[in-house]
């Protein structure tokens, strides 16, 4: 049977997970694809540390360099993390031609067009399932199933941290702090949560799948980026009642000329099958003209789960090796000379529906004036909702919009901030409700 | 550009489907795949119908013969359906070498054997991504992403029909017969829908996943197959009062030296995803030993859903042509020569939780003389509800199980079925709750 050997670049959660696979699985492995992985190397900077894996003498070493450097390694799997020397390494793997594997959204987000190129040149695969939705097969459906679709639009739950803290807040009233302190303990949240809370970590996804689902280089900070710090019991109380969820969503929809890429909270209806995935779980919707609407569902995060993406990709390229089709799949999806520059949307142009939540005090007219400045604006209102109870001397006043332009809204929500019956400053959260939208 | 040729089979709803990607889609498709899909050849009984998709003069034939002879084609979509004369074009199709591409799952859960054999024979390529579950990709999951998995267990609603007819008597409190007739002039069922509501179509998808699942081959008749034609709007009420949903589902297990291969209506918890998956929609959950529970959720059926899967596995062989690399993927997930005989286990050896509705007599001790059985049967009750109105003399007595063994509930049901206390045949339902399992 013919031999394959792989190298792996650092050792942490996920490459633990990979190493696991590879030999607790490796006779599993070689009955399916009809030669034998061997983990040949593995490059961490701490080669000591018990990790449940036992790994033959010579395996382990410190020196990253001397693994990409190897010439009998064909597959070299990147699992460092970051943009610092991981980049470096996989240039070098490429250059060496190796195949690669990554699960580094944070890299391909904001490096993989220089990245794609090299590997394209080179002749070389770069596999990188794993660095979006943990386990679920989306940049294979993106680059394969969905190959003969237009795609519309996709929608995700893509950050399990952020779903884990936002269904604490739902289900258990928590306030934000208690549930990111509930998350950190729990190993759901890092001590420096700012990448998952903020929404950027959900924005590296998007802009992955954004670049592959239209064919398009995508500069990553282009996309709008709003995190979930500022959700507050109270709005979730109020989306619940109006029979909303509050989710952390990945946007992007295919407007021909343009896109629009956004990561923010969003309210969706109940009967949405987003609405129901919680807890630390992943899921997207994909919309295509054939498919119609298509959903993917599973761990986004976690040892094993995210291994056994690796380890899919790792196949993948063990199969082009085997049968003689290395590039067998163009890297982004689109042969590199269709791919388009496509521009996305500011997203004072996006048109969506709204909730606010104004602190306004308990006067009467308070209402005509907070309906007349977003009338001026071309907000058309749907409904509003008074809560009685007063606090501070103020009362929350919500409206729900029908679709409005962001713009519009920006503005109004502005004037209406200045007036001196509100109190605090007015509180937005985008209605993704496509049956609302009228 | 290089140019594939491919030859339809069938232009019914699917197959024009298919036809209206390849043509307006075709652009597109050039643009991902680097090279020109021709719609060369179209056979079809009925060449004269507007199917609202324009071919070329020549195109279309009444000869399916004539397309897998032809020369010039390179892949041969089967979109005729059933097992006569579909099966014998495949394999004249395979005997010419080419690549070829179905959605029959009646020709593959019963012939599927002897056609993979042909085809690897051969050294062509036989994709059928579309005969599971309409768009979703499920076959592609278990052949490619999920490689480095054992998988333990695979859970479906596989059938369109029968999940809109029972979301229908769920949620409308329609019976049976109305739902049925309301899918019917709705074209989500057949005039004979046999196949569909007697569990049929859903065991044929079911033994293609079960022998791609742990690399096996599976006689379809082993597997245990019960409709939903007996689902009454009662048990529903009940089902929904302790918190379980009714759904058929497609059920495998892998225990090792033995197969659970089975489709019935079971009752599964609201926090199971699979109780929000109405209407016409399908969704599989796949779980394994590194992916934990992954599910897939789509159109199971329909026009377009179903043709964008067949595009995305023609596709596919479009690929393995253009880079040399035929049979790159072993057709049934494993090496031939790793398939093994696994026997499934008859429907007596399974245990599962039982959900049971006796009409008795409205006797003191009645309730005494069923638990006596099930007892002596070592059925364990976990509860027991007794509603309080008498229909025709009768109360309904409904009893929620432990996990039991099958063939003891069998015994246990035939044994009080025979007291004189019951007036009607015991109602059983088994209950499908992993957190249940106690």
Redesign the interface.
């Known amino acids: 049977m013919k031999t394959i050997n792989i190298g792996l670049l650092g050792c942490g959660t996920v490459g633990t997970?990979v190493a696991k696979?590879?030999i607790e699985?490796k006779g599993?492995?070689s009955?399916?694809?009809?030669a034998s992985l061997i983990l040949k190397r593995v490059a961490d900077i701490d080669i000591k540390r018990d990790r449940g894996v036992c790994f033959d003498n010579g395996v382990m070493t410190t020196d990253a360099y001397s693994v990409v450097d190897d010439p009998e390694i064909d597959i070299v799997i990147e699992m460092i993390g970051g943009d610092g020397i991981a980049k470096d390494l996989i240039l070098k793997a490429i250059k060496n031609g190796k195949q690669a594997v990554t699960a580094n959204k944070a890299l391909l987000a904001v490096h993989g067009n220089t990245l794609f190129r090299a590997a394209a040149k080179k002749g070389v695969d770069l596999a990188f399932?794993a660095s979006v939705g943990g386990?679920?097969?989306i940049i294979?459906?993106l680059r394969?199933?969905?190959?003969?679709?237009?795609i519309s639009s996709m929608t995700g739950i893509l950050n399990g941290t952020c779903n884990y803290i936002l269904s604490k807040i739902t289900f258990d009233g928590s306030a934000f702090e208690s549930a990111l302190s509930e998350a950190q303990s729990k190993g759901f949240a890092e001590a420096d949560p700012t990448l998952d809370v903020e929404g950027i970590d959900t924005a590296h996804k998007l802009a992955i799948l954004t670049s592959l689902a239209y064919?398009m280089e995508i500069n990553f900070h282009d996309i709008y980026i709003e995190g979930i710090s500022n959700i507050t019991p109270i709005d979730i109380e109020f989306a619940e009642r109006f029979g909303y969820r509050i989710k952390l969503l990945a946007i992007s929809k295919n407007k021909g000329d343009r896109v629009e890429a956004r990561v923010h909270p969003a309210m969706i209806s109940f009967d949405n099958?987003l609405s129901?995935v919680s807890g630390t779980m992943n899921a997207i919707t994909i919309s295509?003209?054939?498919?119609?609407?298509?959903?993917?569902?599973?761990?986004g995060a976690?040892m094993?789960?995210t291994?056994?993406?690796v380890?899919?990709d790792?196949?993948?390229l063990v199969?082009?090796i085997?049968?003689?089709?290395k590039?067998?799949?163009?890297l982004l999806?689109?042969?590199f000379d269709?791919i388009k520059k496509i521009p996305v949307m500011p997203v004072e142009d996006i048109f969506t529906n709204y909730y606010f939540r104004f602190s306004a005090l308990d006067h009467p007219g308070v209402l005509s004036k907070i309906a007349g400045i977003l009338g001026n604006n071309s907000i058309s209102i749907k409904s509003v909702h008074q809560k009685g109870r007063k606090t501070k001397g103020s009362v929350p006043i919500v409206i729900l919009t029908h679709l409005a332009r962001e713009a519009d809204v920006k503005k109004a929500l502005s004037e209406i901030s200045s007036l001196d019956i509100i109190s605090d400053s007015p509180v937005l959260i985008r209605v993704e409700d496509e049956n609302g939208e009228d």
Do not use: F, W
């Not at 295509?288 to 761990?299: E, F, P, Q």
């Not at 085997?322 to 089709?325: D, K, N, T, V």
């Not at 590039?327 to 163009?330: A, D, Q, S, T």
């Open positions: 997970g696979i590879l699985n599993l492995i009955s399916r694809v009809g399932e386990c679920m097969p294979k459906s394969e199933s969905l190959v003969g679709n237009t064919g099958p129901n295509g003209d054939a498919v119609g609407d298509m959903m993917l569902y599973g761990h976690g094993m789960p291994a056994s993406a380890v899919g790792t196949v993948d199969r082009n085997l049968s003689g089709s590039g067998r799949i163009p999806s689109y042969q269709n």
